[in-house]
């Protein structure tokens, strides 16, 4: 069965810092692998997405995201984070045609 | 553009009644809308499937006579807790699939409080 894992459930960084949040998939085939942001009071904001093509993925707010499928992982990166950075991040592969499975999400704390 | 509202964003209701949630694509036609739960600091998960004018599919586990969803219309779709338990209070989250591209687009949520 499909399934996402997000190994850290919190992480701390400092403002200014580099991020990476990890994820892993479990999928059969070719997977579609997305990373969302959710903030308090507002829906999941997809930040991007893999089909295909270049594994490296740039995504909205200085987002980026690697495939590497000889890990199963699609980690995501910012060189800087911001103090509006902070939120839930959920890592998700695509089941079927659009049905989403979700990682558990990762919570991401910036300290001044 | 691309905005989806759910309506309410927060309720409270009694054991044993019924309550309704809405899932509006605001600004774009949706072809397939879901339906998620998520419970306080843990993951989405998926409830249901619905396609407008169809019957909606559910995933496993999910009880559909207590989870009725309608999805009448491309731009509307509402899920009602029958007879709800406490242990339904949890957060619900839809979402809408863009005809144009099938880009999930994802509603603010609703906190389903039942005492």
């Known amino acids: 069965a499909q399934s996402v894992t997000q190994p850290d459930i919190h992480i701390t960084v400092s403002e200014g810092a580099s991020l990476e949040l990890r994820c892993n998939y479990s999928y059969g085939a070719t997977p579609y692998l997305f990373w969302y942001v959710q903030s308090p009071g507002q829906g999941l904001q997809l930040l991007l997405k893999?089909?295909?093509?270049?594994?490296l993925v740039q995504g909205i707010k200085g987002f980026e995201a690697e495939f590497k499928r000889s890990q199963s992982s699609f980690n995501l990166r910012k060189p800087s984070v911001h103090w509006s950075d902070a939120a839930e991040y959920f890592c998700a592969v695509a089941k079927g045609a659009q049905k989403l499975v979700f990682g558990q999400g990762t919570r991401l704390t910036i300290n001044p | 553009g691309a905005v989806v509202s759910q309506h309410p964003s927060w309720v409270i209701c009694k054991s044993g009644t019924s309550v309704k949630i809405e899932c509006r694509s605001l600004d774009f036609q949706a072809t397939t809308m879901f339906w998620y739960r998520q419970f306080p600091k843990q993951s989405l998960m998926l409830m249901a499937t619905s396609n407008e004018g169809s019957k909606a599919t559910y995933e496993q586990g999910v009880e559909k006579d207590k989870f009725l969803i309608n999805h009448a219309s491309l731009t509307l779709s509402t899920l009602t807790v029958t007879s709800a338990h406490p242990e339904d209070s949890s957060f619900y989250i839809c979402?809408?699939?863009?005809?144009?591209?099938?880009?999930?687009?994802f509603g603010p949520g609703t906190r389903l409080t039942v005492l």
């Open positions: 979402s809408a699939s863009r005809e144009l591209d099938n880009e999930q687009f």
């Open positions: 893999y089909f295909s093509g270049d594994t």
